[in-house]
């Protein structure tokens, strides 16, 4: 099983970003998918969730109206489309699947519950 993040970059504050993970090695479609972020001497932190089917979304109240999480289960790819970039989003960010994550955000915002993760990518927003 491999999840191959991309995407990520330089940016300005306020501009934009869409990062990628593309997952191989498994049934895609049958896995929630999520992305977390680590910023430099913190800890790694929820960012968005995603059903498996895509038809429900949650996010970190941090990310709330900028960020969207969408999947493509014919590509075996999530996206995660960042917008209103801060500097506070620089960070290494982490796609992640799980099989049985359960229900509501506390459960979606552990680490423990997802079963694959992604080798990160790297997204800096310049101030």
């Known amino acids: 099983v491999q999840l191959q993040a991309s995407g990520g970059g330089l940016v300005q504050a306020g501009g934009s970003l869409r990062l990628s993970c593309a997952a191989s090695?498994?049934?895609?479609?049958?896995?929630?998918t999520a992305w977390f972020r680590q910023a430099p001497g913190k800890e790694r932190e929820f960012v968005a969730r995603i059903s498996w089917s895509g038809s429900t979304q949650s996010y970190a109240e941090s990310v709330k109206g900028r960020f969207t999480i969408f999947r493509d289960n014919a590509k075996n790819t999530a996206y995660l489309q960042m917008s209103s970039l801060k500097a506070e989003d620089t960070a290494v960010y982490y796609c992640?699947?799980?099989?049985?994550?359960?229900?509501?955000?506390?459960?979606?915002?552990?680490?423990?519950?997802?079963?694959?993760w992604g080798q990160g990518t790297q997204v800096t927003v310049s101030s």
């Open positions: 090695g498994l049934t895609f479609s049958g896995y929630a």
């Open positions: 992640a699947a799980g099989r049985s994550v359960g229900s509501g955000t506390y459960f979606y915002s552990q680490q423990r519950n997802y079963d694959y």
